[in-house]
Structures are given as structure tokens and as C-alpha cells.
């Protein structure tokens, strides 16, 4: 026979109710951590793009650049590399002409999925270290930044077909006069993809006001001297 269990050994009323008090409890807890974690989700789901995030998308779609090289001159963070870098298969070079803020922001960039499409380099921007028909797209978030630097200057390092875009209308800056880059876009033979004018701005993407494409040269033929072809 099975030992006699003794009344003693059953845990009384008021502890199975306390049991089933904390049970009740610890599912109610894990209810509201279920609930908090979904709306935490939702959240951020839904939480709204910001408008440089939406200025690199804008930009992407006005210009039909998908890849090859970009370099961003005046940046205030990297929020819109990051922005281009998302859209696109463009590998981004941000200059920040403070050392100390440069290796902050490539921190930020080393730590970010990225991280292989964007690069931030300590130096302002000086076109002479760059080979001509280099860049397919140039991004000017200030155009106070560019100093002297003509759009010539900067048409250079673009490959033909290449886009310069600024955030800020060159055409209202103090730096760059009354004329701005239009007329200088005008003598290159850029196509306006977005224009400021007197009375606003024609064409722009996002906060982009001003976006220039550089020229595809035409091809020169000349005859060939071969006497293979000769009949």
C-alpha cells in the first residue's frame, strides 16, 4: 500500500489562492510586457521618415542615379549619405573639414549596415585631388562651403551624364552674386534638371533647389589611316 499522506503535506487554501493570486499576476506582467513591446514595434514602424531621408529619396527619383561614385560637400550629420546610400548602390564619400567631428561621424557610420557604402574623410573640399569625370553625382548641402570652388571646378570631377546638386540655391547666395551658377551651368552646357528662379524654384527635388547634369561630349570621328580596311 502507499504510504498514508498527511494533511500536513497539502499546502492550505490560503496558499493556493496566494499561488494563483501571483499566477494571475505574472500573466497580467507578461500581458502588458506583450502589449508594450507590440505598440513599441508599431511605433517605430510607423514613425515618420525623416526630411533628409526624404530629400535623398527625392533626389534619387528626379536624377535616375542608382550607383557609382557621390561625394557630399557641406553635410550637417550623416543622415542624407546614409539616405543615398539606402536608395541606391552609390558609394558616398562625406567631407567634414573638422578632424574631430569626422571621426565621430565615422563612428557613427562604422556602426551602421552602411557602413561599406559610406566613408566621411577629414578635408574640405579641394577638386584638384580629384581626377576629371570621377564623380556620377555631387550633393552641396551648403554651398557656403564650396568658398571660390567654381561649378566648372566641380563639372570637372563629374563623369558626363554626372549630377550636382545643391541644397541651398547657389543663385541666392551672397558668395556666388546675383547670377549664381545658372549662368555658369548655361556657358557648360548643363541641363537644368532644377533651376532657381527670381520668383522660386523650378523643378526641384525635396529641398533641392538647384541640380545641374553635366554634358556627354560628342564623340569626334576621324578617318582611319589603316590600310586593313582598304579594299
Same mark, same amino acid.
Given at each position: 500500500?502507499?504510504?498514508e499522506?498527511?494533511?500536513?503535506d497539502?499546502?492550505?487554501y490560503?496558499?493556493v489562492?496566494?499561488?494563483?493570486k501571483r ?6 506582467r507578461?500581458n502588458?510586457?506583450?502589449i508594450? &513591446? ?10 515618420p521618415?525623416s ?21 557630399v560637400i557641406?553635410?550637417?550629420?550623416t543622415t ?7 536608395g541606391?548602390?552609390l558609394?558616398?564619400?562625406v ?5 574631430? &567631428?569626422a571621426?565621430?561621424?565615422?563612428a557613427v ?10 566613408? &566621411? ?18 550633393? &552641396?548641402?551648403?554651398s557656403?562651403t564650396?568658398?571660390?570652388i ?5 563639372c ?10 545643391f541644397?541651398?540655391?547657389p543663385?541666392l547666395?551672397?558668395?556666388n552674386g ?8 548655361k ?10 528662379l527670381?520668383?522660386?524654384y ?16 560628342p564623340v569626334e570621328?576621324k ?9
Amino acid at each position: 500500500m502507499p504510504d498514508e499522506i498527511e494533511i500536513s503535506d497539502w499546502p492550505t487554501y490560503r496558499e493556493v489562492s496566494a499561488g494563483a493570486k501571483r499566477s494571475r499576476m505574472t500573466k497580467s506582467r507578461l500581458n502588458s510586457v506583450g502589449i508594450w &513591446v507590440a505598440m513599441s514595434i508599431a511605433t517605430l514602424a510607423t514613425e515618420p521618415v525623416s526630411s533628409q531621408e526624404k530629400d535623398s529619396q527625392a533626389l534619387l527619383d528626379k536624377t535616375g542615379i542608382k550607383g557609382g561614385l557621390c561625394l557630399v560637400i557641406g553635410a550637417r550629420d550623416t543622415t542624407l549619405a546614409t539616405g543615398l546610400a539606402e536608395g541606391s548602390t552609390l558609394y558616398v564619400q562625406v567631407l567634414q573639414p573638422d578632424a574631430k &567631428v569626422a571621426a565621430q561621424w565615422g563612428a557613427v557610420v562604422a556602426n551602421s549596415t552602411n557602413r561599406e557604402q559610406i566613408g &566621411v574623410r577629414a578635408a574640405s573640399l579641394d577638386t584638384n585631388h580629384y581626377d576629371s569625370d570621377l564623380f556620377n553625382l555631387i550633393v &552641396v548641402e551648403d554651398s557656403e562651403t564650396l568658398g571660390k570652388i567654381k561649378l566648372s571646378d566641380l563639372c570637372r570631377i563629374l563623369v558626363p551624364n554626372g549630377v550636382v546638386a545643391f541644397k541651398n540655391a547657389p543663385a541666392l547666395s551672397a558668395s556666388n552674386g546675383p547670377a549664381g551658377f545658372g549662368a555658369e551651368a548655361k556657358a557648360l552646357k548643363m541641363d537644368a534638371l532644377a533651376a532657381p528662379l527670381r520668383q522660386g524654384y523650378a523643378g526641384q527635388a525635396g529641398m533641392f533647389q538647384a541640380i545641374f547634369k553635366k554634358p556627354v561630349p560628342p564623340v569626334e570621328w576621324k578617318p582611319s589611316l589603316s590600310r586593313k580596311w582598304s579594299a
